[in-house]
C-alpha cells in the first residue's frame, strides 16, 4: 500500500501562481497530476517518468505547467503558472508502482491515488 498525500491547494488570482506538491509513502514509477472540475469527469493533466525523462501534458496547460519529480524524496511536484479560471478543479496525484503499460495520461497507468487538493482560480 503506497500512501500519496498532496500540499498546496488554494485560492489565487487568475494569472497567478501555485506548487502542488505530492508526497509518496514509497519508490513508485511514473507519476501524474489529474483534476477533476464540479460537474466533468476527472482528467490527465500531466505525468512524469520515472527517471524524469519523459513528461507529457494536456494540452490545456501545455507552456503553463511543469511537472517534476524528487526521487530521493519520493516527491512529484506541479508548478502552475498563468492560471486561469478554468484550471478551477480537486487536483488529484497518482502513482504507478507496478511499471504500468498503459499510457501516462491513461488513469489505468496508475495504482494509487491521493485525496486530492482544491486550487481554486477567481476571475
Known amino acids: 500500500q503506497v500512501q500519496l498525500v498532496e500540499s498546496g491547494g488554494g485560492l489565487v488570482q487568475a494569472g497567478g501562481s501555485l506548487r502542488l506538491s505530492c508526497a509518496a509513502s514509497?519508490?513508485?514509477?511514473?507519476m501524474g497530476w489529474f483534476r477533476q472540475a464540479p460537474g466533468k469527469e476527472r482528467e490527465f493533466v500531466a505525468a512524469?517518468?520515472?527517471?524524469?525523462?519523459?513528461?507529457l501534458y494536456a494540452d490545456s496547460v501545455k507552456g503553463r505547467f511543469t511537472i517534476s519529480r524528487d526521487n530521493a524524496k519520493n516527491t512529484v511536484s506541479l508548478q502552475m503558472n498563468s492560471l486561469k479560471a478554468e484550471d478551477t478543479a480537486v487536483y488529484y496525484c497518482?502513482?504507478?508502482?507496478?511499471?504500468?503499460?498503459?499510457?501516462?495520461?491513461?488513469?489505468?497507468?496508475?495504482?494509487?491515488w491521493g485525496q486530492g487538493t482544491q486550487v481554486t482560480v477567481s476571475s
Open positions: 512524469i517518468s520515472w527517471q524524469a525523462t519523459v513528461t
Open positions: 497518482a502513482a504507478d508502482v507496478t511499471f504500468s503499460v498503459a499510457a501516462f495520461d491513461h488513469e489505468g497507468a496508475y495504482d494509487y
Open positions: 514509497a519508490r513508485t514509477y511514473a
